[in-house]
């Protein structure tokens, strides 16, 4: 006999008029194991901006994507962020999302189209959950471009198919969120250390769907604009979560940036610009106490502003791209720290 299990979401500030809906789980009695039936979900949160607020949206968000918050610091990150480009209050309630259930799907998209995004979850199997976001196209066009984003919540998952028109990303232990083509993961030098050592990892960018683009072009991770572009969420056995990140310094311009063109099957572990120049990550030197025993979840963050304009490069400067930007995560990885 399949148990069904209903969770109802209260309010939530909107930055769009609309009501919160429920979602429903259903669990088949295995452990590890549930299996969706296929139902449109309502979202817990979605806006738009348009004019002067667009183009700081676009930079620092993207204009296709999708992300996947699966604790409360990243949703606390990510909110905080929306909230430069949003005309009201971002926030979903706490105490409404229990993040060790339930995880957050947020769809971005920049057009004309102003009309809404919805989601259907199709039946899955195992620890993959596929879904499916549309949008309703009007024949209406707004007259300037408008960057939306949407934001659901469903059964936390391993991994998530997401289909949309001309896209298919997968979200998972392979890769984090996708935005504009670019996904990330990161990998640690041991998976199980003593108290008091250091937790090192490589984070590695990868185009998400090599179809779709030839390449992308990113700063390269040890000078000037590109330096401090990656960030760590890490869940400590206390259940705290601590974000690291290097501090910012200012002065860099003397040492100017490159740029790295990450091409697709070619990914390209955060460096410098050396031909296989990795630089390893160090969480204790960015400020984690490993002096407790028991489990790290790690999350890796990559953020990155896209360049206003057009830059050209190459020979003759002969060849226009733009610098991709957004703000993404990948999926965790966990580290265990045994006496």
């Known amino acids: ?7 109802k979401f209260a309010t939530a500030v909107l930055l769009i008029a609309g009501a919160v809906g429920t979602f429903e789980m259903y669990a088949d009695g295995e452990e590890g194991k549930t299996v969706a ?20 949206a676009v930079r620092n968000f993207g204009s296709l994507g999708c992300l996947v918050v699966r604790c409360e610091s990243r949703w606390k990150q990510i909110s905080e962020e929306l909230g430069k480009y949003s005309m009201e209050k971002i926030e979903i309630p706490a105490d409404k999302i ?12 920049a057009g004309y189209n102003a009309e809404d995004d919805g989601m259907d979850v199709l039946p899955s199997e195992g620890n993959m959950t596929n879904i499916k976001i549309t949008t309703v196209c009007g024949s209406r066009r707004e007259a300037l471009p408008i960057w939306h984003f949407t934001a659901w919540a469903i059964p936390k998952t391993e991994s998530l198919s997401v289909d949309y028109p001309k896209n298919k990303w997968t979200v998972g232990s392979e890769g984090g969120d996708v935005v504009d083509g670019l996904q990330g993961t990161i990998e640690v030098e041991k998976t199980m250390i003593r108290p008091g050592e250091d937790i090192k990892l490589t984070f590695t960018l990868k185009l ?32 705290k979560n601590v974000l690291l990140q290097r501090p910012e310094v200012m002065g860099w311009d003397k040492n100017a940036p490159s740029l790295m063109e990450i091409k697709a099957g070619s990914p390209w572990k955060l460096g410098g610009i050396g031909k296989g120049e990795v630089i390893v990550k160090s969480l204790k030197q960015l400020g984690l106490d490993t002096g407790k025993a028991g489990i790290y979840k790690i999350y890796g963050l990559y953020m990155e502003s896209a360049c206003k304009e057009k830059v050209r490069i190459g020979p003759d400067n002969g060849k226009e791209i733009m610098i991709w930007g957004g703000n993404i995560s990948t999926s965790p990885v966990t580290v265990e720290i045994k006496e």
């Not at 229990?98 to 998209?109: A, C, E, G, P």
């Not at 683009?213 to 000037?224: A, G, L, P």
């Open 1 to 7: 006999m399949m148990k069904k299990t209903v969770i």
């Open 37 to 56: 039936k296929s139902a449109k979900i309502e979202p817990v949160l979605k806006g738009m901006v348009a004019g002067e607020k667009y183009e700081g």
């Open 98 to 109: 229990d993040f060790n259930k339930s995880m957050i799907v947020i769809f971005i998209r």
């Open 208 to 239: 998400a769907n090599a179809e779709q683009k030839e390449s992308i072009y990113v700063w390269d991770n040890k000078y000037s604009n590109g330096y401090r572009n990656d960030a760590y969420i890490v869940e400590t056995p206390d259940g």
